[in-house]
C-alpha cells in the first residue's frame, strides 16, 4: 500500500470530524422529531403504554447526535462541498432509518425486513406499506406520516434551517435540493420550510372544512404535501368517496409537486415566468391528455356514474404523475393500457427540488427538447451555431452539453434499475404488469400498488423495494459517489 503523506491524512480527518458533527447535528433533530408522536396522547390516553418506544430510540438518538456534535464540531462552520454532503446524507438516512423501525418493531411486532421498508417507505416519502392500518395504533400512524413530512422536506433543509448547520450548500445539494429561493443558503432553507409547512397547515384546515376528524385531516395533510400517500384507511382516500375531499388533495399533490423555486414564483405572483418553466409546461400537456385516454380508454365503463369515471381518471393520474401515492380504486379491473399508463406516469415523476420522485420532469422535458434541438441541427447549414436554452425561476439558461449528457446518463441508469428490479420481482413469480408496476411505484416512490405489497411478501421481493425507494429517493449518485469516497478516504487515512 502506498503511504499517504501525513499532510493528506491530516487533512482527511479534519475534514470527516466536520461532516461527523453535521451528522450529529442531523441526528437530534431527528431524535426531537421522534417525541413528537407523543403529542397526540392526550386525545388517546389508552396508547401511553407505547410511549417507551418513541423516548427510548429517541433519547438514543439524541445522545449520539449530541456526542458527535460536541466532541468533533469545528470551531466555526465548514463550507462542504457536494461530495461531503452526500457522505452526511448518506450516512444521516441509514442511522436515522434505522431507529425510525423501532416502534414498527415494539408497538406492531414486525420483524427487520418490514420495520424497515416501512421507515424507508416513510422517509423516502414512497408509501408503500406492510402495516395494516386497521389494526394499528394512532402512535404508529402518526408517527408513519411525520415521517413522510419530514422526509419530504429533506434532512438537509432540516438541518440547514438549523442556526449550527454548515456553511454552504454542498449538504442540500447532495439530497436533491440544489436550487436556492434566495442567495443565502440558510435563508432558502428556512423560507423552504416556512413554504412547506404553509401547505401542510393548510391542508389540516382544508380537510376539517370536508369534514374529515382533526387526527385524519392531519395524516393526510402531511402525506399529500409530501407527496407521500400513507393513509389511515385501508381504501386511503377512497374511503370517503368525496368530490371536495379529492379536489383538496389533488391540490395539496400538485403543490407537494412543484419545484420550491416554481412555487416561490407563484407566492410572488410571477405567472409569466411560472408558465414558462420547462416542467410546469410539461405538466400541463401530460395530465389532460393521460387522464382523457385513461376515462376513455379504461374507466368510463367501470364505475356505473360518468361523474365516478371522470373522477378516477383525473385523480389516480394526479396522484401517479406527483408521485403521492393516494387512490381512490383498486386496479384489479382495470385494462392492460390503463396500467401501462400509470407506469410511464410514475416513471417520469414529478418536479426537480420538490417532494416528488421519479425521474424528474425537468429531465424528460429536456430529453424532449433534446430532440427537438437535433431535429433543427439537421436541417441548418454546418456553420450555423444552435443555441439550446430553457427557462430556469427567473432567468434563461443555456444547456452545455455536459449537462445534457449527465441528463442521458441519469436516465440511461433509472432505466436499468428499473429493468433489473422488475427482473427480479419476476423471478419471484409475479406477473409482467404487476413487477413492473410495482417495482416503478417503489423507484419513484409513488406508493401505489397493485396488490403485491403486502405484510405477506417475500423478504426478497421487500428487500429489492427498499432498494429501489432509496435509489430513487437519493437520486443514485449520492448513495454510488458516497459510499465510494467513504472507503476511498478510509484507506487513505488509515
Sequence with gaps: MIARPPREQQF????????????????????ILMFSPLLVLPAYPDETRHALSFVIPAVVLVIIGAALWRILRPSEPVALNVQEG?????LSWITVIAFSAWPFVEILGLD????????????TTTGLS????????????????????????????????????????????????????????????????????????????????????????????????????????????????????ECITMVLMVLGNLNFVTAWLLIRGKFLLMVRNGEVRLM??????????????????LYGEMGKSVRVAVF???????????????????NAFGVLVLIILMLIGGGTCSTAGGIKQIRIYLLWKMVSWELRRAILPQTAILERPIWEAERKVFMT????????????????????????????GYSLHESLFEFASALGTVGLSIGVTSANTQDTVLWVQTAGMLLGRLEFFVIFISGYKIISDFKHMV
Excluded at 86 to 90: A, M, S, Y
Design 401 to 428: 452539453d455536459s449537462r445534457l449528457s449527465q441528463v442521458s446518463v441519469y436516465v440511461f441508469l433509472y432505466c436499468a434499475t428499473f429493468s433489473v428490479g422488475t427482473l427480479i420481482l419476476l423471478s419471484q
Design 112 to 123: 427487520y425486513t418490514r420495520s424497515i421498508f416501512e421507515s424507508v417507505s416513510g422517509w
Design 130 to 245: 406492510v402495516v395494516d392500518v386497521s389494526q394499528a395504533g394512532s402512535l404508529v400512524l402518526i408517527w408513519r406520516s411525520i415521517i413522510q413530512l419530514a422526509g419530504g422536506a429533506g434532512l438537509a433543509i432540516l438541518m440547514m434551517s438549523a442556526v449550527i448547520a454548515p456553511a454552504g450548500a454542498g449538504v442540500s445539494s447532495a439530497e436533491g435540493r440544489g436550487d436556492q429561493l434566495v442567495p443565502h443558503v440558510r435563508k432558502s432553507a428556512r423560507l423552504i420550510l416556512l413554504i412547506y409547512c404553509a401547505y401542510a397547515s393548510a391542508g389540516v384546515f382544508a380537510y376539517r372544512l370536508a369534514g374529515m376528524s382533526f387526527f385524519d385531516a392531519i395524516n393526510h395533510a402531511f402525506a399529500a404535501v409530501s407527496t407521500g400517500g400513507f393513509s389511515t384507511q385501508v381504501e386511503s382516500i377512497g374511503h370517503w368517496d368525496s368530490v371536495t375531499i
Design 12 to 31: 482527511l480527518r479534519l475534514r470527516y470530524r466536520a461532516i461527523m458533527s453535521y451528522t450529529g447535528v442531523i441526528l437530534v433533530i431527528c431524535g
Design 86 to 90: 452526500g457522505v452526511i446524507v448518506l
Design 316 to 334: 389516480e393520474t394526479v396522484s401517479a404523475l406527483t408521485t403521492t401515492g393516494f387512490s381512490t380504486v383498486g386496479y384489479n379491473d382495470w
Design 284 to 301: 400541463a400537456v401530460l395530465l389532460p391528455i393521460t387522464a382523457g385516454a385513461i376515462f376513455f380508454m379504461t374507466v368510463r365503463g
